[in-house]
C-alpha cells in the first residue's frame, strides 16, 4: 500500500507553513492535520487556521483524556495533535500533511513507522534569524530560544527521510522538491 501519511518539521522560520500553502496554492491534493494550540491567536489567525485554538486547561484535560496522538509543550505553549483530527484524514485515504515539530515528528514516527518525515532547513542560522526577526511575532529571548532550539535540530539531520533546503528567494524550489517527494513516496 502507498503511503499517504507525510509530517512536514523544521526550525521554527524554516518555511514550513509557507511551503503547505503554496501546495495548495498550486493544486496538489491533500488532507491536512490541524494541530491544536495555547499559544495566542496572532493577527490574520482564526480558528482552524494555523491551528485549532485551546486554552491550557482544555488542552490539559485532552492529555488526560488521551486525546493525543502527540504532543508537546513547545516555547511555553502546548501543541499536539489530536487522534479524531488525524484519524479523520486518514479515513479519506487521501494525501495527509501533518506539520509539526521535531519532537512531535519523532513521536508521530514512533506510531507511524510508513510516515515520511520532510525536514524543512534553512540555508543557515543567520538567515533563520533573519526570517524570525521579519515575523516581528517574537521576542528577542524567543527568538534567541528559537535559534538556539534549531542549531540541536540542525545538527541530527540523519533522522529525517527527506530533507529540503528552503533558500532564501528559491521557494519555488522547496516546492517542487517536496511536491517530488510526495509524489513519489
Known sequence: MKNNLFIISGPSASGKDTIIKE????????????????????????????????????FEDLIKEDKFVEWALVYG????????????????????????????ARSIKHKFPSAKIIFIIPP??????????????DSPESIKRRLEKAKEELENLNQWDYLV??????????VEEVKRILKGA
Open 23 to 58: 501546495l495548495k496554492k498550486q493544486g496538489v491534493k491533500f488532507q491536512r492535520v490541524i494541530t491544536t494550540s495555547t499559544r495566542p491567536m496572532r493577527q490574520g489567525e482564526k480558528q482552524g487556521s494555523p491551528y485549532w485554538f485551546i486554552s491550557k486547561e482544555d
Open 165 to 174: 533546503l528552503n533558500e532564501q528567494g528559491k521557494l519555488d524550489k522547496a
Open 124 to 137: 543557515d542560522l543567520e538567515t533563520l534569524e533573519k526570517r524570525l526577526k521579519l515575523r516581528g511575532k
Open 77 to 104: 505553549n502546548y501543541y499536539g495533535t489530536q487522534k479524531k483530527d488525524l484519524d479523520r484524514c486518514l479515513k479519506t485515504g487521501q494525501l495527509v500533511i501533518l506539520k509539526v515539530d521535531p519532537q512531535g
